[in-house]
């Protein structure tokens, strides 16, 4: 991913979630009743096309669930690490000075549910935004990038759903521009302090006038409550089955700062980033170039660590928004202790969103979360994690539940990271296949037991690889490869 940045103005990982809950703040949340529903949801493909191929028939439902009301979607379990944090409610809503809301303005093709969402600062928000290496950009992209090389004050951010308004040319670019507009005027600000994310199909515009006459009921509507920042992060969504949302609490020099965020994904996932938008929002006072640096940071440890399907988005969409209002003093060096602790929440919630939207890969039955050791540095570390997380052939086997070791040490191999194979160490589950570059015996049906076990929960399917003794480290994600996620992507327009 690209950075620009602008002055102010079952296990589930280690998921954080009331497994006994189903409502919070009058909203659903995956627990793990909920969890077991979606993974059987997505495990219906595994009895569909295990049938005979002459016997196999094109259904004529969508691949795609259908949400039978405007939010009618769950909340992905929230999969924090473990810090110097505490999990609270309220996402982008949840640091202080901003409010959002969703709705459904009629941009999907389909379906009654939430395709606009907008969130907005109450004062000048210093900026920043990191967004996708494809050359393809959509419009969007290229207007955020334009906006905040101006270096001045964000106030609010605006997704649409539905169209990715990429490959449309110049008239896709007047669209963003007329949906800032529209927006700027509806809140009194300047249109240079609008940002614009969209997803959806490449190569269709904008639905502009639904959209346009759907922002002032979106900003008369906007409110401060978490509920109201979950309806925004229903909005952003396409194909994913739950929404991605969760806020973080930190105290930086004796203030309590806050950073919240919502994002969406679940296929075109390979970041630099992915078909991939965030909007994430804190209330610490930080100096805008150390902001970016930040928020860069931390996507290059989360975002751009995830993959579900190997495609680069067109439209890949990172906005961080920074209040100041939790009263700290600037943080304004980045070898500073406090700027160590922003960074390590903000990369922390951004890894929670990230494992999110892996957990949710199209078709996916369990997220995959590889950890490379002993590596040169933590760069090639995380190129190692980030091949065998990308691998198709190791995906198919996690879901077909074979523990064919061979394809983790291959992916290894053609990382781009040079390594002793003697040195190769494979570890699935708590279940060591390979030491030292020699082939274990091992429990083969105990192996494949441990991948059953974690499909039928959508629980994480962990793999560790070792290549040395030197101490660089990385994780990545991701998901295994389904025949449901072909099925979702034959019929994506169809």
């Known amino acids: 991913m690209m ?7 079952v296990t589930v990982g280690n998921c954080i979630h009331d497994a006994c809950s189903h409502k919070v703040n009058g909203r659903s949340i995956i627990t793990s009743d909920r969890i077991r529903l979606v993974s059987k949801q997505r495990q219906l493909s595994k009895q569909k096309y295990r049938r005979p191929a002459r016997q196999q028939k094109h259904q004529t439902v969508s691949a795609i669930p259908v949400a039978q009301s405007e939010f009618d979607i769950a909340a992905a379990p929230i999969l924090l690490p473990k810090g110097p944090w505490k999990a609270i409610e ?17 941009l999907r093709a389909s379906g009654p549910k939430a395709d606009l969402a907008l969130i907005v600062a109450d004062a000048d928000a210093v900026a920043a935004g990191v967004f996708t ?9 290229l207007y955020c990038k334009k906006v ?14 539905g169209q990715a308004n990429a490959a449309t040319g110049d008239a896709g670019y007047e ?36 959209l346009l006459d759907s922002v002032p009921k979106l900003v008369s509507n ?20 739950v929404s991605k949302s969760a806020a973080i609490e930190t105290e930086i020099l004796g203030k309590k700062v806050r950073v919240g965020g919502i994002a969406k994904g679940s296929g075109m996932i390979h970041p630099n980033m992915a078909t991939l938008l965030s909007v994430i929002t804190t209330d610490a006072n930080v100096e805008p170039s150390l902001w970016h640096t930040i928020l860069l940071h931390g996507v290059q440890k989360s975002f751009n660590q995830i993959t579900v399907d190997g495609d680069t988005s067109t439209n890949d969409t990172c906005i961080g928004l920074a209040s100041g209002a939790a009263g700290n003093d600037l943080i304004k060096h980045s070898t500073s202790e406090s700027a ?3 960074e390590a929440a903000v990369t922390a919630l951004l890894q929670g969103l990230a494992k999110s939207i892996a957990w949710d890969g199209e078709g996916a039955t369990c997220l995959l979360e590889v950890t490379a050791l002993g590596a040169p540095d933590d760069r090639s570390a995380a190129k190692i994690a980030k091949s065998i997380a990308a691998s198709s052939l190791t995906k198919a086997a996690i879901f077909g539940h074979d523990p064919n070791w061979g394809r983790i040490a291959c992916a290894a191999g053609y990382s781009g990271v040079k390594f002793n194979q003697n040195n190769l160490r494979v570890k699935l589950g708590d279940i060591a296949l390979m030491e030292r570059g020699q082939p274990l015996e091992f429990d083969a049906k105990a192996a494949s037991k441990y991948l059953t076990d974690v499909t039928s929960e959508h629980g994480t399917c962990k793999i560790e690889v070792s290549v040395g003794n030197d101490h660089g480290h990385a994780q990545a994600w991701g998901c295994d490869l389904s025949y ?7 019929e994506y327009t169809t």
């Not at 950075?3 to 103005?9: E, Y």
């Not at 509806?186 to 502009?208: C, F, H, P």
């Open 3 to 9: 950075q620009i940045g602008a002055r102010p103005g």
């Open 90 to 106: 309220g996402s982008v809503n949840a640091p202080k000075g901003f409010k959002a809301q969703g709705m459904a303005g009629g």
């Open 133 to 141: 290496t494809n050359v393809m950009c959509a419009a969007p992209v």
């Open 148 to 161: 905040l090389a101006k270096n001045k004050p964000a106030r609010a951010v605006l997704v649409n759903a």
């Open 175 to 210: 669209d963003s521009v007329k949906s800032a507009e529209a927006v700027a005027q509806a809140l009194g600000i300047d249109s240079d302090q609008v940002l614009i994310e969209s997803t959806g199909v490449i190569g269709r515009r904008i639905k502009l006038q639904a």
């Open 222 to 241: 906007l409110g401060p409550s978490a509920e109201d920042a979950h309806h925004a992060a229903v909005g952003i969504t396409t194909t994913d089955l």
């Open 340 to 342: 160590q602790k922003l």
């Open 484 to 490: 449901k996620y072909v099925e979702i992507n034959a």
